[in-house]
């Protein structure tokens, strides 16, 4: 199947984000890029605000499709567990230093972050809800956070998936953060310990 110009343009500016981080992404570099002109771009992007929202799109569209793929159906066919599974799964890609800088840079823009939220939201579990806050007897402190303890557990299994959703962020970010490289089949190796997990 043949790339369209859209693709082929977002693709570069990826590669630009990639080299040289998101403030790089002008239509001269990604039109240079893309073996395009600048007039090429501006057919397709009316401004480069237009064209960071884009990638950020194209990325969080290309995850998504990973996310399909590995679970064998869209997020609303699949059942809790095998989005999750699908998401650990996923997990064994790692982070790329675009999409690193995109997520960060969109977190503080929220038309960027929405792209990646939508995603987030479809896929991986939420956080299990704050515990109640519990009167607190009068003498014993200690007394109240037991019971504050308590009440965060009162729905174990979404806190496991939680902390499961946990574990697969961190071996996506893993490489991102320390010099060691994993060796492919431990990747898939830990990748496949937090999906079982879901079975326990």
């Keep these: 199947m043949r790339t369209s110009k859209r693709t082929q343009i977002l693709d570069a500016a990826t590669r630009v984000v990639q080299r040289e981080g998101v ?41 998504e499709a990973d996310l399909v793929a590995a679970a064998g159906k869209p997020a609303a066919e699949a059942t809790r567990d095998e989005r999750l599974a699908a998401y650990t799964r996923v997990a064994i890609q790692s982070a790329t230093r675009a999409e690193l800088l ?53 729905d174990p299994a979404a806190l496991d998936r939680f902390i499961l959703r946990l574990a697969a962020d ?18 898939q190796a830990v990748a496949e310990r937090i999906a079982d997990a879901l079975d326990q």
């Design 102 to 154: 995109l997520m960060l840079e969109g977190s503080t823009n929220t038309g960027h972050a929405a792209v990646w939220e939508a995603v987030t939201e479809r896929w991986a579990p939420p956080p299990p809800p704050a515990p109640a806050p519990a009167p607190a007897p009068a003498s014993a402190s200690a007394s109240a956070s037991a019971s504050a303890s308590a009440s965060a557990t009162d």
């Design 23 to 63: 403030k790089s992404v002008t239509f001269d570099s990604v039109a240079a890029e893309a073996g395009l002109t600048k007039g090429g771009l501006l057919y397709h992007f009316a401004s480069r605000d237009d064209l960071i929202q884009a990638i950020h799109q194209h990325l969080a569209d290309r995850w």
């Design 170 to 187: 961190g071996l996506w970010l893993y490489e991102s953060l320390t010099s060691d490289r994993l060796d492919p089949a431990m990747r």
